[in-house]
């Protein structure tokens, strides 16, 4: 089993950044490609970001792409999500995912979640 605790989330002024780190515990040579979903009140779980199991591949929403930048640290066992220009319309529970296949996916096709970390950017 694998667990992925998140942190670095919190209230910001819109334009202003935060970092997400997601770190993974457990059978951790088990997980590969990471990503990141997030969900705001009332709507669906959507994808954020993803990276492969190398950090050579990256992939990210049309509504994030040049704000948010996506890494890991695969010796500290550790995905970030760097996030930057934010928006009110960022304001969701941000979950992070690894899953056990070495390519990414922009689908919720992911084996582990974290609990979520909660974002909100004031206007």
């Known amino acids: 089993q694998v667990q992925l605790v998140e942190s670095g989330g919190g209230l910001v002024q819109a334009g202003g950044s935060l970092r997400l780190s997601c770190e993974a515990s457990?059978?951790?040579?088990?997980?590969?490609?990471m990503g990141w979903f997030r969900q705001a009140p009332g709507k669906e779980r959507e994808f954020v970001a993803a990276?492969?199991?190398?950090?050579?591949?990256?992939d990210y929403a049309d509504s994030v792409k040049g704000r948010f930048t996506i890494s890991r640290d695969n010796a500290r066992s550790t995905a970030y999500l760097q996030m930057n220009i934010l928006k009110s319309e960022d304001t969701a529970v941000y979950y992070c995912?690894?899953?056990?296949?070495?390519?990414?996916?922009?689908?919720?096709?992911?084996?582990?979640w974290g609990q979520g970390t909660q974002v909100t950017v004031s206007s």
């Open positions: 995912a690894a899953r056990k296949s070495v390519a990414l996916t922009t689908r919720p096709l992911y084996d582990y």
């Open positions: 457990g059978r951790t040579s088990s997980t590969s490609a």
């Open positions: 990276i492969s199991a190398s950090g050579s591949s990256t």
